[in-house]
């Protein structure tokens, strides 16, 4: 049977991305290549709105490689970090803080509820070095307030750093007005790359602290990657494959702008979830992200079956929550190469079971 993805990654690619993954991968220490990275570089600061002097890193890890190398190269262990944890990608930051003995603090939320602004005020942050969250918790579907969460941040003069890794491309992002200081986004969420590859941009007070911490990791020293990033290179082999795949990629998204792209799954998200308010469904999260639409059943039927049913019978792909969420929630994904049509016939099966 076909399967049609509405998972939070990897997600449906796009031809030109599959194309590019069936060709010859070049050697990568030479000017051309450095080139493709520079130009990734510079689509990437665009898109996130970095302000001028702001540096991009391509790490090759998974994207909880970029959060750890965020934690370990922004905070040393005289500093402490307030991480907001709303579910299982907020723990995870606590989990590196705990693995890399980084000193936080945790402001932890029932499930799918926004935080109170008085949680990250400026006179709670101004006991830390850096605010840390997700933007988009995808385990909920919560987005949060980046922009308060900012202005407190600048307010109290401590980084903010952003895991944007499903948010990026779905929900508006942008480093200069929301103040972000380390924006993280990964390769195989809206951007429907394979996994792999994994993207901080760095605004230019970040690139001064990690470029002169010493940190306890060979691989993650975000120093060596500002240096050799310079002419566009990579002190390992990168994703080479998956560089170029981004490079496609970004030219597409740029020609018609972030804004689309984020209307984009705006309208894919509205529409879906217009064509449901029927169903004994209801949205999970308080303030839900473009990126996924997260729903607890309201009758009998556990989510974890709603998933199991969808993909054996269908081929409809959703993405099932696990832990004590597991017969709560499912996540329908709006990201990737995805159309009306697609959300329409995972609407109409869902209908047919919950019926
Ligand atoms: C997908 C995702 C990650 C990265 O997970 P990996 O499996 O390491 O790629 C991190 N944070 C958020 C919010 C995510 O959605």
Do not use: W
């Not at 723990?91 to 936080?104: G, L, M, S």
């Not at 944007?164 to 969420?189: H, P, R, W, Y």
């Amino acid at each position: 049977m076909n399967q049609t993805l509405f998972t939070v990654g990897p997600v449906e690619m796009y031809p030109e991305t599959l194309r590019l993954g069936g060709v010859q991968l070049p050697y990568f220490r030479t000017e051309e290549f450095s080139r493709s990275v520079l130009s990734c570089e510079a689509a990437m600061q665009a898109l996130v709105g970095a302000p001028a002097g702001a540096r991009t890193v391509f790490l090759t890890a998974s994207g909880t490689g970029a959060m750890e190398a965020a934690m370990i190269n922004l905070l040393g262990e005289d500093d402490r970090a307030l991480v907001i944890s709303g579910g299982s990608f907020g723990q995870r930051f606590c989990e590196i803080c705990e693995d890399d003995q980084v000193p936080y603090d945790a402001v932890r939320l029932q499930p799918g509820k926004s935080p109170e602004p008085a949680a990250y005020a400026e006179s709670v942050l101004r006991n830390y070095s850096a605010l840390a969250v997700n933007a988009h918790e995808t385990s909920t579907g919560l987005l949060y307030d980046l922009r308060s969460m900012g202005l407190a941040c600048r307010k109290a003069g401590v980084l903010f750093i952003v895991d944007a890794i499903s948010a990026f491309l779905c929900d508006e992002v942008n480093m200069e007005e929301m103040g972000i200081d380390v924006l993280i986004t990964s390769s195989q969420k809206a951007l429907a790359l394979p996994p792999g590859l994994s993207i901080m941009v760095l605004s230019p007070r970040a690139v001064q602290v990690a470029a002169a911490r010493k940190v306890r990791s060979h691989y993650f020293g975000l120093a060596k990657y500002l240096k050799d990033g310079a002419r566009g290179q990579t002190p390992f082999t990168p994703a080479v494959g998956v560089i170029l795949q981004l490079k496609e990629r970004l030219g597409a998204v740029a020609n018609k702008g972030a804004a689309a792209s984020i209307a984009r799954a705006a309208d894919l998200a509205a529409g879906f979830r217009a064509s449901i308010a029927g169903l004994p469904l209801s949205i999970f999260p308080d303030r839900a992200s473009n990126a996924l639409t997260a729903l607890s059943p309201t009758t009998d039927i556990g989510a974890y079956e709603i998933y199991s049913r969808l993909r054996a019978e269908r081929g409809l792909v959703v993405t099932p929550n696990g832990g004590e969420l597991r017969d709560r929630v499912f996540r329908v994904g709006h990201m990737g190469n995805l159309e009306s049509s697609d959300l329409s016939r995972l609407a109409s099966a869902l209908e047919e079971i919950l019926r």
